[in-house]
């Protein structure tokens, strides 16, 4: 008796934890807006592609610049420091004439002994005259080493100028470094969300073009359409979710994580396993999507308790469903697989309130978004802690 007190006890907890929400359903015209609002966003998506990409271009062109005129100082620098050195080398030539002036005096390119040149004048007038170019020589040869060596100081003078502008055009640069790597990154978040959502905007065409087709019309909502289609009980009452697998690893759980050295929530529970294992259904229900979601992915539709629920299988190898079709528990709607963004092979699984892609369509974002209306498997599936297998079902 205790056994089947507590037996109902649980039971009773377990409805009591699984979330929901009262969602009204879509029309076929509510999904057109929403199309509509996709489509103007992923053109502010494009215009601000075009601005950051302009902003790469222009800032390229400076660090390019910037390059060049870093180069020409360098060889500015260079020439100056060996036409120091040359007039070192000639100051110290100059030095050696003057001394040489005290003994000599060049007059052709043998040369004379000064000595024989100033004794060998043949009366005073001329010894004087002698003794005269003698000093006009050398004072001639003092002045040039004064104007060499302020040509050095000059050119240290211009040297230190120089070393400034480029330890300024250096940090210009790279400051401009950083400022591109921002812009890079931000290029590579643009691209990722236009492709998101390009895909989104592909899928909501491809989903309104079957509802179309299977004859719903603008202002009838797709559970509408669907009973009146299927009949009122399209969508097979439940009573609890099972695991999608057989067997399992739990790689990652809801919620806060670091993945690769990068922040960011992840709004499902991940189970490795070998690519190619099958997927069940968590519970009965409708598929109401199959596409590229997240990797080739499906979406279920349950009716769990009176209440309506998605469920999310990502990264799949193969999708063995197709719309519309209904699932068992035991129905084996995929295999699990490593498409799309994926770390390793695993199956990423989802569970939300409402029926995702027809009680709202956007995958993340606002609150008209399947993350938005995510909860915790865990609330509704017992699994194992993070890093331990489980056997069964």
Known sequence: MIKKILKCFALTLVVFIIPFTTINAKTIAQLEKELEA???????????????????NETTKKINTIKVDIEKINSDIDAKTKESEQLEKDIKKKNEE?????????????????????????????????????????????KTIRQMNDMIEENEKIKK?????????????????????????????????????????????????????????????????YARKYGNGYLPPGTTFFRPTTTGRISSEFGNRTLNGAFNKHFAIDIAMPTGTPVYA????VVGHTGTICGYSVVLWHYVNGNYYSSLYCHLSK???????????????????????????????????????SDYFLYYGDSASFESHTFNPRNVITFPAKGASYYNR
């Open 38 to 56: 996709a489509e103007k966003k992923l053109n502010d998506t494009n215009v601000k592609k075009a601005a950051n990409n302009q902003d790469i």
């Open 98 to 142: 003057i001394k040489d002036l005290m003994r000599y005096y060049q007059i052709s390119s043998s040369g004379s002994a000064m000595l024989e040149y100033v004794m060998g004048a043949e009366s005073l007038t001329d010894l004087i005259y002698r003794l005269s170019i003698t000093e006009q020589i050398s004072s001639y040869n003092k």
């Open 161 to 225: 100028e120089l070393e400034k502008k480029k330890t300024e055009l250096s940090s210009l640069k790279s400051e401009l470094d950083t400022q591109l790597a921002v812009l890079n990154r931000k290029k590579s978040e643009l691209d990722k969300d236009g492709i998101s959502e390009q895909n989104n905007i592909n899928e909501m065409k491809k989903e309104i073009n079957e509802y179309k087709k299977m004859g719903c019309s603008s202002n009838e909502s797709i559970d509408a359409c």
């Open 282 to 285: 968590v519970a009965p229900g």
């Open 319 to 357: 999708i063995k469903v197709s719309k519309g079709q209904t699932v068992t528990k035991d129905t084996v709607i995929a295999a699990s697989g490593c498409t799309g963004q994926c770390y390793g092979a695993h199956l990423h699984l989802g569970l939300a309130t409402g029926k995702y892609r």
